[in-house]
Structures are given as structure tokens and as C-alpha cells.
């Protein structure tokens, strides 16, 4: 059997908070953890650890987003937050600190499952993007720093550009190494001897 999901729930209104989790337990089965208030929150959320964070505000603050934004980790896991009203910045607020969802005047039993399930889809679909952007940078980086190197190569051995990578990636499989590593490395070395 999979581990339940578990979700923290932020909601200082005991009768609000019960109306979560019963729209909560209705939905799934979850292992659900309510918090009372923001305090410590930064310190209870790292020792919780949970999969899915929803906040219920009636009016959040700047300073509100941007505490949860640090404490709940919004880009390591989703987070829901439900409003009673809301204006265009601080959505705009909302969105920039990551949150998966963001509901303005919209809890009620039957709505809680679903927003979560939009918030878990957002978050995947977002952490894939940020992850593909990641690899993509990664990848531009290595290519000049391949560039570079070739350069190097190019200057001291008065080599082609296609000799000097054919050199660079000879090097690297031989040493088992990846060309950009090892073309980093003859860049490193060159600096040494300037």
C-alpha cells in the first residue's frame, strides 16, 4: 500500500479547519496535520514535512506570502491557499511566490479535493519546466565552456575547430570524464599559467 499523502493545513478557525478536513476525508484517505497559527510556522513545516500545504486566509499580506513562500518550501512541494477576496497584485503576489493554487472566495467541502488535485498537476507541471530550463542552462554552459576550451586548443596547437573538439572528447572518454569537465579543466589550467 502507497504511503498516504500527507497535507498540512493552515486554519485558525477551529469550525473552517474541521470543514477542510471533512472535505478532506471525504475525498481520500490522507494523513492531515492542522496548524492553529503562522507561528514558528518555517520551524513546523521543515518537521512535518508535508507533500501538500493548504492555507486557508481570509485576507492575506504581502508578508504573509512571502513567509509562507519561504517556510512551506513552494517550490519543493504544492501549495494551495484559499482567500476570501483578493486584488490583482496580490495575485500577481500570490503567483510570485510560488503558490500551486491560488482560490479567491472558493472553499467549500466539495471544492477542497479538487483544487488539490490542480495544485499537484500545477506543481508537477511547473517543477518539469523549471527542471527542463535547468538542464537547458546546464547544457548552454557546458557548450561554451566546450567553446572556450576549443579556443584554447585552437590557439596553442594551431588545430581545427573539429580537431580541437575531436581532442577534447578523446580526452574526456579516455579519462572517463564528461568533455565539458574536461574542457573546464583546460580552461582552469590555462589561468594558471597566465
Avoid: W
Avoid at 486584488?87 to 488539490?116: C, F, H, Q, W
Amino acid at each position: 500500500m502507497a504511503d498516504k499523502l500527507r497535507i498540512t493545513v493552515l486554519e485558525p478557525d477551529p469550525e473552517r479547519a474541521r470543514m477542510i478536513v471533512d472535505g478532506l476525508c471525504d475525498a481520500d484517505d490522507y494523513a492531515i496535520t492542522v496548524l492553529g497559527d503562522e507561528t514558528a510556522l518555517n520551524q513546523r513545516l521543515k518537521e512535518l514535512n508535508p507533500d501538500v500545504v493548504l492555507v486557508d486566509i481570509a485576507n492575506p499580506s504581502r508578508d504573509t506570502l512571502e513567509s509562507l513562500s519561504v517556510a512551506s518550501g513552494a517550490n519543493s512541494r504544492p501549495v494551495a491557499m484559499f482567500v476570501d477576496r483578493s486584488d490583482p497584485e496580490m495575485t500577481k503576489a500570490a503567483i510570485d511566490a510560488g503558490l500551486s493554487a491560488y482560490v479567491v472566495d472558493g472553499l467549500t467541502k466539495n471544492r477542497i479535493k479538487p483544487v488539490i488535485d490542480a495544485a499537484i498537476a500545477r506543481f508537477h507541471m511547473v517543477s518539469q519546466i523549471r527542471n527542463e530550463r535547468d538542464a537547458a542552462k546546464a547544457a548552454l554552459a557546458d557548450r561554451k565552456t566546450i567553446d572556450r576550451a576549443k579556443g584554447l586548443l585552437i590557439a596553442a596547437k594551431g588545430i581545427s575547430e573539429d580537431e580541437a573538439y575531436s581532442l577534447l572528447r578523446t580526452t574526456a572518454m579516455n579519462q572517463g570524464r564528461k568533455t565539458a569537465d574536461v574542457a573546464n579543466a583546460l580552461i582552469m589550467a590555462s589561468e594558471m599559467l597566465k
